[in-house]
């Protein structure tokens, strides 16, 4: 919550910091501007696997906070927020990194799965379940629910040759991945276009906080089923997002003089 209500106030702590590093100004500040870190973890936290804490990703994010209050210099021209917001994904980014769960071989099993499913697509003009997926690759069901729940970071965070080479978790560019407002859109639009029952489930799993248990039992279907059903959906979110990024970078080099 913003702790300070009239610029003034807002102002004098900056001075006070500034000028007398007052540490009784510093902790207000950070108090003030805790707001940022929520905006930041906000906007990433449900599109990552549910082992991921977002009280981890808040810690993370508090200390990128102070370390932009802590390096921040006015005469540049940057407004604190701006340069504040880059250093918190920045921070929160760098531990998602360090917890990259996928291995090499199972980046590469994760990679067939969706070329599989393009095949699939393309062929059959439809999309493939679980199941025919299942059989093109040799995975069994299970496998594949728990390679994508594994992999969730790299569907959603990582640029198509990084994770078709099956490196390291890598964000094609940290900072413009949370900030690009046409991306997170289109990836509204996706979720709202879902059959009722998949957008129930990723409402209920992702901003109401549901187990998959839980989810089970209010739609009366085993745990398993809906970690398959989810799984479906992050396969489609992830294939539809790749496609409009394509087009995406299609329309731009052809506006390129």
Not at 4 to 15: A, F, V
Not at 118 to 136: M, N
Not at 197 to 210: C, H
Request: net charge negative.
């Amino acid at each position: 919550m913003r702790t300070l209500e009239k610029p003034e106030d807002l102002e004098k702590l900056w001075r006070d910091f500034l000028e007398r590093g007052d540490r009784s100004a510093r902790e207000k500040l950070l108090e003030h501007y805790l707001y940022l870190v929520r905006i930041v973890v906000g906007r990433i936290l449900y599109l990552l696997p549910p082992y991921i804490d977002r009280e981890d990703l808040e810690g993370c994010g508090v200390l990128g906070l102070i370390q932009a209050l802590d390096r921040f210099e006015p005469r540049k021209g940057v407004r604190f927020e701006t340069y504040a917001l880059s250093r918190i994904r920045g921070a929160v980014l760098d531990y998602l990194r360090s917890l990259d769960p996928l291995t090499r071989r199972e980046r590469h099993d994760l990679r067939r799965i969706l070329d599989a499913w393009r095949k699939w697509e393309a062929e059959k003009g439809e999309e493939p379940t679980l199941e025919d997926l299942s059989e093109i690759t040799g995975f069994s069901l299970q496998e594949i629910t728990w390679l994508v729940e594994r992999g969730k970071p790299a569907l959603f965070f990582e640029g198509e040759e990084g994770f078709a080479r099956g490196e390291n978790f890598e964000v094609r560019d940290p900072a413009s991945v949370l900030e690009d407002q046409e991306l997170l859109a289109y990836l509204g639009e996706l979720i709202d276009a879902l059959p009722e029952r998949e957008r129930l489930i990723v409402n209920l799993y992702y901003f109401e906080g549901l187990t998959l248990r839980e989810i089970g039992e209010v739609l009366s279907l085993s745990e398993g089923r809906v970690s398959q059903i989810l799984a479906k959906v992050l396969l489609h979110l992830r294939v539809r997002l790749e496609e409009w990024e394509g087009k995406r970078s299609g329309e731009g080099r052809r506006k390129a003089p």
